[in-house]
C-alpha cells in the first residue's frame, strides 16, 4: 500500500469502529424508554445502561496504550471490536436490567480499547505530513453517526424490537474486522514502557466504586450506608492514588499535566460543559416520549436535529476560531451553548417538530463548536512526549464527565417527581432538569475566563479527538 493510499484507507477502516460506537449510543438513548416498559423498569434506572458503559470506559482506557504496544496496535484494535460486538450480543438476549447493565459493560471493555488504538494506528501509520489530512477523515464517520443514530433507533424500536439496535453492530463490527486485517498495516509491537500497574489498580477500583455508588444513590437498591461505605472507599482510594502518582515517573494518569495552564483550562471547564452536555442525550428522550407521548421514531425524529448542527459545525470551526481566537469562542459560546442546553426544557406537547428540530440543531451547532475549541485547547502546549499520558487523562475525564451528568440529571428528576407526588414522569418534572443541566455546563464560562487572551497562539496543530 502507498503512502496516499494508507492516509486515506486506514482512517477510513478504524473509524468503522468509532462510527459503530457513536451508532450504538444514540440509538440506545432513544431506545430507553421502550426498553425500560419492557423490563417492567422506572425508566429513570435505564440510566444505567448508559452509566456502566462510561464507567467501564473510563476505568479501562488507562490500560490501552500499553495493551497496543504489548500485542500491537491492530491485533488489539480487531479484539476489541470482537468485545464490543459480543457485547452487543448480550444486549440484544438480555431479559432485564441487570443482565442488559452486565452486557453494556464487556461494551466498554471493547469501546475503551477502540477509541485510543484507533487513534494510535493511525498516528503509527500515516507519514507525519498526513496527519491533520488522516484524523480529519477519521471524525468524518464518527459525525455521521450521532445524525443516523435517532432516527435509526427509533425506527427499530417502533417497527421491530428495541433488540434490533445491538444486532445492527455485527455486520458493522465483521465488515471492521475483515478490512482491518486486509488493509491496515501489521506493524510490530513496540517496547511498551512500564505498565503503572499499582496506580492502575487504585485508579480502576475508586472511579468504579465512587461511580457506582452515585448512579445507584437513588435507586433504592442498597442500603444508604452501603453506598456511603462505596463512595467513601473510592474516595480514600482516589486520594491514595493522587498522593502515589507524584512519586513515579509515568503515572496511570499524570496529574503533573494540570501545571499547563491551557491542559488544566480544557480538562476543568471541559469538564463542567460536558456534564451538562453529557446529560441531554438521556434527558431529551424521556422527555419526548415519557413527557409528550411520542414514538421513539417521532422522538429519534426531532433528536437527531442536534447531530445534524454538529456535523454542519465541524468544517467550519477551525476558520471560526482562528478568526475570532480560542479564548473569545470558549467565553462567548460557552454560554450560548449553555443556554441552548437548558432551552428544551421549554418545549410543550403541541410543539410542531420542526421547530424543536431546528432548537436541537442550533445546540449542536454550538456544542460542536465547543467541542472542537476544546479539543485544540487541551492539546495545544502539552510537549510532544508527554501527548500519550494527556490523551489518555482527556478520555477518562470526558468519560468521567458524562458519567456524573446522567446520574446529575436523573437525580433531578427523581427528586423533582417525588416532590409533585407522581408516579409516572411527566412534563412538569422536565424543565428544571433541564435548567440545572444548563447551569452546570454554564460554570466552565469562569474557568475560560480566566484564560489569558493569548490561550493556544502557539497551537501546534496535533490532531484533536
Given at each position: 500500500?502507498?503512502?496516499?493510499?494508507?492516509?486515506?484507507?486506514v482512517?477510513?477502516?478504524?473509524?468503522?469502529?468509532?462510527?459503530?460506537?457513536?451508532?450504538?449510543?444514540?440509538i440506545?438513548?432513544?431506545?430507553?424508554?421502550?426498553?425500560?416498559r419492557?423490563?417492567?423498569?422506572?425508566?429513570?434506572?435505564?440510566?444505567l445502561?448508559?452509566?456502566?458503559?462510561?464507567?467501564?470506559?473510563?476505568?479501562?482506557?488507562?490500560?490501552?496504550?500499553?495493551?497496543?504496544?504489548?500485542?500491537?496496535?491492530?491485533?488489539?484494535?480487531?479484539?476489541?471490536?470482537?468485545?464490543?460486538?459480543?457485547?452487543?450480543?448480550?444486549?440484544?438476549?438480555s431479559?432485564?436490567?441487570?443482565?442488559?447493565?452486565?452486557?453494556?459493560?464487556?461494551?466498554?471493555?471493547?469501546?475503551?480499547?477502540?477509541?485510543?488504538?484507533?487513534?494510535?494506528?493511525v498516528?503509527?501509520?500515516?507519514?507525519?505530513?498526513?496527519i491533520?489530512?488522516?484524523?480529519?477523515?477519521?471524525?468524518m464517520?464518527?459525525?455521521?453517526?450521532?445524525?443516523?443514530?435517532?432516527?435509526?433507533?427509533?425506527?427499530?424500536?417502533?417497527?421491530?424490537?428495541?433488540?434490533?439496535?445491538?444486532?445492527?453492530?455485527?455486520?458493522?463490527?465483521?465488515?471492521?474486522?475483515?478490512?482491518?486485517?486486509?488493509?491496515?498495516?501489521?506493524?510490530?509491537?513496540?517496547?511498551?514502557?512500564?505498565?503503572?500497574?499499582?496506580?492502575?489498580?487504585?485508579?480502576?477500583?475508586g472511579?468504579?466504586?465512587l461511580?457506582?455508588?452515585?448512579?445507584?444513590?437513588?435507586l433504592?437498591?442498597?442500603?444508604?450506608?452501603?453506598?456511603?461505605g462505596?463512595?467513601?472507599?473510592?474516595?480514600?482510594?482516589?486520594?491514595?492514588?493522587?498522593?502515589?502518582?507524584?512519586?513515579?515517573?509515568?503515572?496511570?494518569?499524570?496529574?503533573?499535566?494540570?501545571?499547563i495552564?491551557?491542559?488544566?483550562?480544557g480538562?476543568v471547564?471541559?469538564?463542567?460543559?460536558?456534564?451538562?452536555?453529557?446529560?441531554?442525550?438521556?434527558?431529551?428522550?424521556?422527555?419526548?416520549?415519557?413527557?409528550f407521548?411520542?414514538?421513539?421514531?417521532?422522538?429519534?425524529?426531532?433528536?437527531?436535529?442536534?447531530?445534524?448542527?454538529?456535523?454542519?459545525?465541524?468544517?467550519?470551526?477551525?476558520?471560526?476560531?482562528?478568526?475570532?481566537?480560542?479564548?473569545?469562542?470558549?467565553?462567548?459560546n460557552?454560554?450560548?451553548?449553555?443556554?441552548?442546553?437548558?432551552?428544551?426544557?421549554v418545549?410543550?406537547?403541541?410543539?410542531?417538530?420542526?421547530?424543536?428540530?431546528?432548537?436541537?440543531?442550533?445546540?449542536?451547532?454550538?456544542?460542536?463548536?465547543?467541542?472542537?475549541?476544546?479539543?485544540?485547547?487541551l492539546?495545544?502546549?502539552?510537549?510532544?512526549a508527554?501527548?500519550?499520558?494527556a490523551?489518555?487523562?482527556?478520555s477518562?475525564?470526558?468519560?468521567?464527565?458524562?458519567?456524573?451528568?446522567v446520574?446529575?440529571?436523573?437525580?433531578?428528576?427523581?427528586?423533582?417527581?417525588?416532590?409533585?407526588?407522581?408516579?409516572?414522569?411527566?412534563t412538569?418534572?422536565?424543565?428544571?432538569?433541564?435548567?440545572?443541566i444548563?447551569?452546570?455546563?454554564?460554570?466552565?464560562?469562569?474557568?475560560?475566563?480566566?484564560l489569558?487572551?493569548?490561550?493556544?497562539?502557539?497551537?501546534?496543530?496535533?490532531p484533536?479527538?
Amino acid at each position: 500500500m502507498n503512502e496516499i493510499d494508507r492516509t486515506r484507507r486506514v482512517p477510513l477502516i478504524v473509524s468503522s469502529a468509532l462510527f459503530m460506537q457513536n451508532l450504538d449510543a444514540t440509538i440506545l438513548t432513544t431506545a430507553l424508554p421502550t426498553i425500560a416498559r419492557e423490563f417492567g423498569s422506572d425508566p429513570l434506572h435505564l440510566k444505567l445502561a448508559l452509566t456502566s458503559y462510561l464507567v467501564a470506559l473510563a476505568v479501562f482506557i488507562p490500560a490501552s496504550g500499553w495493551v497496543a504496544d504489548r500485542f500491537g496496535a491492530r491485533a488489539v484494535f480487531q479484539a476489541a471490536i470482537g468485545v464490543f460486538a459480543l457485547g452487543s450480543v448480550g444486549c440484544a438476549l438480555s431479559f432485564d436490567l441487570p443482565s442488559l447493565v452486565a452486557a453494556r459493560v464487556a461494551q466498554g471493555l471493547g469501546g475503551a480499547m477502540m477509541m485510543p488504538v484507533a487513534r494510535l494506528l493511525v498516528l503509527r501509520s500515516v507519514p507525519r505530513e498526513q496527519i491533520v489530512a488522516a484524523f480529519a477523515m477519521l471524525s468524518m464517520p464518527a459525525l455521521i453517526a450521532p445524525v443516523l443514530g435517532p432516527p435509526v433507533g427509533g425506527m427499530l424500536t417502533t417497527f421491530l424490537s428495541w433488540h434490533w439496535i445491538f444486532w445492527i453492530n455485527l455486520p458493522i463490527a465483521a465488515l471492521g474486522i475483515a478490512l482491518a486485517r486486509r488493509f491496515v498495516p501489521d506493524l510490530p509491537p513496540e517496547a511498551p514502557v512500564s505498565f503503572d500497574i499499582a496506580g492502575f489498580l487504585m485508579v480502576g477500583p475508586g472511579l468504579a466504586l465512587l461511580l457506582t455508588s452515585l448512579t445507584l444513590s437513588d435507586l433504592g437498591v442498597l442500603p444508604v450506608g452501603v453506598l456511603a461505605g462505596m463512595a467513601g472507599v473510592g474516595i480514600i482510594t482516589l486520594g491514595a492514588y493522587v498522593a502515589y502518582a507524584r512519586r513515579i515517573a509515568a503515572p496511570a494518569i499524570d496529574f503533573g499535566l494540570l501545571r499547563i495552564q491551557t491542559f488544566r483550562a480544557g480538562i476543568v471547564g471541559g469538564s463542567f460543559f460536558r456534564i451538562g452536555v453529557g446529560a441531554s442525550p438521556f434527558l431529551l428522550p424521556l422527555f419526548l416520549q415519557e413527557g409528550f407521548g411520542r414514538s421513539a421514531f417521532e422522538a429519534g425524529l426531532v433528536t437527531f436535529g442536534a447531530g445534524v448542527g454538529a456535523l454542519a459545525m465541524k468544517p467550519l470551526a477551525p476558520r471560526i476560531v482562528e478568526a475570532l481566537s480560542m479564548r473569545r469562542v470558549l467565553v462567548a459560546n460557552a454560554l450560548v451553548s449553555s443556554l441552548l442546553v437548558a432551552l428544551p426544557g421549554v418545549f410543550g406537547p403541541h410543539w410542531a417538530g420542526w421547530a424543536m428540530f431546528g432548537l436541537l440543531a442550533a445546540g449542536g451547532f454550538a456544542r460542536s463548536l465547543q467541542f472542537t475549541t476544546l479539543n485544540a485547547l487541551l492539546y495545544c502546549d502539552v510537549p510532544r512526549a508527554a501527548l500519550s499520558r494527556a490523551t489518555t487523562f482527556g478520555s477518562v475525564m470526558q468519560e468521567l464527565a458524562g458519567t456524573v451528568g446522567v446520574a446529575i440529571a436523573a437525580l433531578a428528576l427523581g427528586a423533582l417527581r417525588g416532590t409533585q407526588g407522581d408516579a409516572a414522569l411527566d412534563t412538569a418534572d422536565f424543565p428544571l432538569a433541564f435548567a440545572l443541566i444548563g447551569a452546570i455546563s454554564s460554570l466552565s464560562l469562569v474557568v475560560f475566563l480566566r484564560l489569558p487572551p493569548q490561550a493556544g497562539a502557539g497551537l501546534n496543530r496535533q490532531p484533536p479527538r
